[in-house]
């Protein structure tokens, strides 16, 4: 723990294991029942109406809202990036004046990329040049670092909350906030005894390089000699 007293995720996840009631999702727009503070501000869009601006200076909004159902929950962010350095977006979300767990101080919004060229020129493969596409998003929160791989969940007891939402570095637009009970997932034997006799013949083959939508200006497609079993040739 630290200032914070924030708990590990998995003695936090086992503090509420035994407690099974199924949540019920629900809706928040970014505008309603909040406050806020520091470089944030409600900001009116042609598209969406009021969203939360925040300016990448560490402002902070604030939302009240009543859990009608106590149970575990997902949180999902709508959001839009906004011209900045060109870094991934940095939040923290603390609930009720605290943080849950660690992993909620350091969470990740990415910004999403297309290839703005074909990459090639003149016949020649080269690295195509990446293309920011400013649009609304909606992302589950989840670990930054990838030691979780499922959506983080926090646990809400019936009654009056608090959620804050802190801008760590770079700006962007919030939209919306779902809270949504999280999917249970079978096991392999469990899912795949729901399928009938496939008839398919053949293979699908997807190529790496033609992503159409990308979490990073990095991810480029890259030209790579040193194999004859790499596709494409």
Known sequence: GDEQS??????Y???YEADENEATAFHINAESNMAVSGGASVYNTEDSGNVIKYNDENGFSD???VCSKSGWYNLYL????LEGRGN?????VMLDGDYPYDELKDLILPRWFENATDGSVSGTQVIPNQKEIADWYTVAVKDSVG??????MIYLSEGEHTLRIIDNEEPFLLKAIELNRPEKT????????HYGKSDATGFIKLEGE???LKTGASLVPKSDNTSASLSPA
């Open 63 to 65: 939302w009240k809202f």
């Open 6 to 11: 924030a708990s590990d995720y998995k003695a």
């Open 13 to 15: 996840i086992s503090e």
């Open 186 to 193: 079978g096991s392999y034997n469990e899912i795949s005894s």
């Open 147 to 152: 030691l979780i791989n499922e959506p983080l």
């Open 88 to 92: 991934s977006i940095e939040i923290s």
């Open 78 to 81: 709508t959001y839009m990036p």
């Open 210 to 212: 033609d992503a159409v």
